[in-house]
């Protein structure tokens, strides 16, 4: 608790000089300091204290003290609290020993938090004093009294023998006991809070997949057919390729392989060209290769939308995978994707690189109201650098995200997608608007990257083999449906007014 019962977290910047600070502390009020900045946020966000992901956030949290207990002036460390939902915690590392100086900025060490391995830092100048916990310990209770800095070198010392316990449990400086009072009467019992919700939503594979029993045999002998002989029989290889599932197409190679010994990727390779080809041969990659490849893509060509549009459509569960398959080719996927993203979203997609999302579908719904409240009062600070909207947009789950998205609406008339628009630039307003959908449902937003692809002069054709080969057994069926329903027209009429020949006609076999 602090100023007024208003909790501290990173939001709401308020520059102060070291001076106004240390009054504060005077006071009793403990000060959380994440670069030289002190911020604050009202209570009714106490459940939604949020961290960016190492990568993107150090933060510390020193609180000043003045000769408790006889000892010197020093500087309390408390375990921090570094995401929504954690209580407790690891330390994976001290950075620093006893007798070591330290200046603003200096990292303490790392905590392995519920959601990622953050380094925490000070703001504060003096001498390591004491540290009362050592890595790998078992897990600590955010609040816990871990390290002591002492304010001159020549009162290390003095704390060689000092128990955390000292310190007691709270990190403001105890006030002067005060004059006896009646007894307050009892508080009113706290409100029940709303029960879970769980936010799944429905998804329909596309309905060209071939149903009932399959045999890889009788297939690898068909597309043998089509490709075999001068010319290529391309709409019996769709039939074969385009209309079963990733893991019946690795069993269709593996008989083609062993009835002919050859390898159908390479026949494919070399007896198609283009788009076409380029799609047939997509369909034999992993999701998660088609998604690193179709990042790199798009890092290449310094595309910042549709990057965002390609992190939007990969699950937070999914991402690590996405981004070992990224890094296989030696660079960093969270670096690649700050280098071509700038302005306010350049954090949010960085951290989302890392796997900074919670994958979890369960809504609370009290703390989505609180956000939303929030999130409403500062709406034209919503893009400032550290807003509330862009460090939650670094954790949150889609689900979650569209709750408070929901509840945002209720109090402002519109949603979160339409704030964006009516205050942010349109490059924000547009990924916003992505973001939004795809925490609603990703088939919505997948349907409105594919219309982005068709749009105006030119088609991104790469992005239509991404969505529809990584979609097809998935919800490729809902995608169509969502299409329709925004854009007032068929994803199949809009294919074949944008697309032609072989290419034009595997997609729409795909979409049945």
């Given at each position: 608790q602090g100023l007024c019962g208003w909790r501290l977290t990173f939001k709401h910047t308020m520059l102060m000089s070291r001076a106004a600070i240390r009054s504060l502390v005077r006071r009793g009020l403990p000060v959380l300091q994440t670069a030289r900045t002190v911020r604050f946020v009202s209570s009714a966000l106490r459940a939604n204290v949020i961290a960016a992901p190492a990568s993107v956030l150090k933060t510390a949290m020193p609180v000043r003290r003045f000769a408790a207990a006889g000892l010197p002036s020093h500087f309390v460390v408390k375990f921090p609290n570094l995401s929504p939902t954690m209580k407790t915690g690891k330390l994976m590392g001290w950075k620093v020993k006893v007798g070591d100086k330290v200046s603003a900025g200096d990292v303490l060490g790392e905590v392995e938090t519920d959601k990622a391995t953050v380094a925490f830092d000070t703001t504060e100048e003096g001498y390591v004093a004491r540290l009362f916990v050592e890595p790998g310990d078992n897990e600590i209770t955010v609040g816990e009294t871990i390290m002591i800095i002492a304010e001159e070198k020549g009162d290390v010392a003095a704390f060689a023998n000092v128990q955390a316990s000292a310190f007691g449990a709270s990190s403001a400086v105890p006030a002067a006991a005060p004059a006896a009072a009646k007894p307050a009467p009892a508080p009113a019992p706290a409100p029940t809070p709303a029960a879970p919700e769980e936010h799944v939503v429905p998804r329909k594979a596309s309905v060209a997949l071939v149903g009932g029993s399959f045999d890889a045999a009788a297939a690898a002998e068909q597309a043998r057919n089509a490709l075999k002989g001068l010319g290529t029989d391309e709409k019996k290889l769709d039939a074969v390729v385009a209309r079963c599932t990733f893991a019946q197409r690795e069993q269709i190679a593996a008989a083609y392989k062993s009835k002919f010994s050859r390898d159908l990727r390479d026949d494919i390779k070399d007896d198609t060209s283009g788009n076409y080809q380029d799609l047939m041969l997509a369909l034999f990659d992993k999701p998660a290769a088609l998604a690193a490849k179709q990042l790199r893509d798009q890092i290449d060509a310094e595309n910042t939308l549709a990057l965002l549009g390609t992190l939007v459509l990969i699950a937070p569960g999914d991402i690590a995978a996405v981004r070992s398959a990224f890094e296989a080719g030696g660079a960093s996927l969270p670096d690649a994707v700050a280098g071509v993203v700038s302005g306010p979203l350049q954090s949010v997609a960085a951290a989302w690189a890392t796997g900074s999302r919670e994958a979890s579908t369960t809504i609370n719904r009290d703390e989505a109201a609180s956000m939303a409240a929030q999130l409403h009062s500062e709406e034209a600070k919503m893009f400032a650098d550290d807003s509330l909207l862009l460090t939650s947009l670094t954790v949150l789950s889609p689900a979650q995200l569209f709750a408070v998205s929901q509840e945002y609406a209720k109090v402002a008339g519109y949603d979160l997608a339409a704030a964006a628009a009516k205050i942010?630039?349109?490059?924000?307003?547009?990924?916003?608007?992505?973001?939004?959908?795809?925490?609603?449902?990703?088939?919505?937003?997948?349907?409105?990257?594919?219309?982005?692809?068709?749009?105006?002069?030119?088609?991104?054709?790469?992005?239509?083999?991404?969505?529809?080969?990584?979609?097809?057994?998935?919800?490729?069926?809902?995608i169509a449906e969502q299409y329709l329903q925004r854009h007032s027209t068929t994803l199949v009429s809009d294919v074949k007014g944008d697309t032609s020949s072989d290419f034009e006609n595997v997609l729409v076999t795909m979409l049945g």
């Open positions: 942010g630039p349109e490059s924000v307003a547009k990924a916003m608007k992505l973001i939004v959908a795809a925490a609603e449902n990703p088939a919505a937003a997948a349907a409105d990257v594919l219309h982005g692809a068709m749009e105006g002069l030119g088609t991104d054709n790469k992005t239509l083999i991404f969505v529809f080969a990584s979609r097809l057994e998935v919800d490729l069926q809902t």
